[in-house]
T-cell receptor, first 118, second 107 residues
Framework: EVQLVESGGGLVQPGGSLRLSCVAS????????MDWVRQAPGKGLVWVSR????????SYADSVKGRFTISRDNAKSTVYLQLNNLRAEDTAVYYC???????????WGQGTLATVSS | EIVMTQSPATLSVSPGERATLSCRAS??????LLWYQQKPGQAPRLLIY???TRATGIPARFTGSGSGTEFTLTISSLQSEDFAVYYC?????????FGQGTKVEIK
C-alpha cells in the first residue's frame, strides 16, 4: 500500500521558517519524482515544487522561488520542503504527491498545515 | 505560465442527472491534463489522466475528453458521493497549473 505521511507544519511568524517532511512507502521511491502542492484555507490547489528521482533537478512555482527549497533523502524515502522567509499568503495545507508509474495512479498524503501569523 | 480556466464555478445538479464540466487552457497542452475530485477535509483524488483515461477504480460514469485547449469532464448520472469540487491540472509545461475548480452541488 502506497503511503505518504507529511509532518512539520505549525504556526510561525512572518519571516520565519519551517521544514516539512514527507515519508514515503509502498512504492519504489528511488525512481519516483516527488511533488509538493498547497491549498490555502477555502481556496484552490497550487503546485509548489517538484524534484526528480535523484534530486539533481528541481522546479518551483514563481510565488515560492528563492524562498522554498525541495530536497530528498532516498536512503530514508523522504522528501523535504524547506520554507523560508514565510509570508501570510503561504498559510496553507501542504500536500506531498507522487505519480506511481507501475500503478498508473497518483497518491497524496493527508497534508500538513502551515500557518504564518503574528 | 499556462492559465487553466474552469467553468462553471458552481454547477447545481439533481442526483441521477448528467453534469458537464469544462476546462480551457490558455495554450495547447496536447492531452496532458488531469482531473481531480476533492471533498472537504480530504486530499484530491485522481479521476482522469491523459485527458481521457480513467484512473484505477474510477467508475465508468466519469468520462474525460478533449485535447489541445478544450477539455470536458462528464459525469453521466450523478450519485450522492459525486458532490464535490473538481479541478483540472495541466502537466504539459512547468509550472503545472490547476484550474480554479468547479463545485458540483445538489440542486
Amino acid at each position: 500500500e502506497v503511503q505518504l505521511v507529511e509532518s512539520g507544519g505549525g504556526l510561525v511568524q512572518p519571516g520565519g521558517s519551517l521544514r516539512l517532511s514527507c515519508v514515503a512507502s509502498g512504492f519504489t521511491f528511488t525512481t519516483s519524482w516527488m511533488d509538493w502542492v498547497r491549498q490555502a484555507p477555502g481556496k484552490g490547489l497550487v503546485w509548489v515544487s517538484r524534484i526528480n528521482s535523484d534530486g539533481s533537478s528541481t522546479s518551483y512555482a514563481d510565488s515560492v522561488k528563492g524562498r522554498f527549497t525541495i530536497s530528498r533523502d532516498n536512503a530514508k524515502s523522504t522528501v523535504y520542503l524547506q520554507l523560508n522567509n514565510l509570508r501570510a499568503e503561504d498559510t496553507a495545507v501542504y500536500y506531498c504527491r507522487v505519480w506511481v508509474a507501475d500503478k498508473r495512479d497518483d497518491y497524496w498524503g493527508q497534508g500538513t498545515l502551515a500557518t504564518v501569523s503574528s | 505560465e499556462i492559465v487553466m480556466t474552469q467553468s462553471p464555478a458552481t454547477l447545481s445538479v439533481s442526483p441521477g442527472e448528467r453534469a458537464t464540466l469544462s476546462c480551457r487552457a490558455s495554450q495547447s497542452i496536447t492531452s496532458r491534463l488531469l482531473w481531480y475530485q476533492q471533498k472537504p477535509g480530504q486530499a484530491p483524488r485522481l479521476l482522469i489522466y491523459g485527458a481521457s483515461t480513467r484512473a484505477t477504480g474510477i467508475p465508468a460514469r466519469f468520462t474525460g475528453s478533449g485535447s489541445g485547449t478544450e477539455f470536458t469532464l462528464t459525469i453521466s448520472s450523478l450519485q450522492s458521493e459525486d458532490f464535490a469540487v473538481y479541478y483540472c491540472l495541466q502537466y504539459n509545461n512547468w509550472p503545472f497549473t490547476f484550474g480554479q475548480g468547479t463545485k458540483v452541488e445538489i440542486k
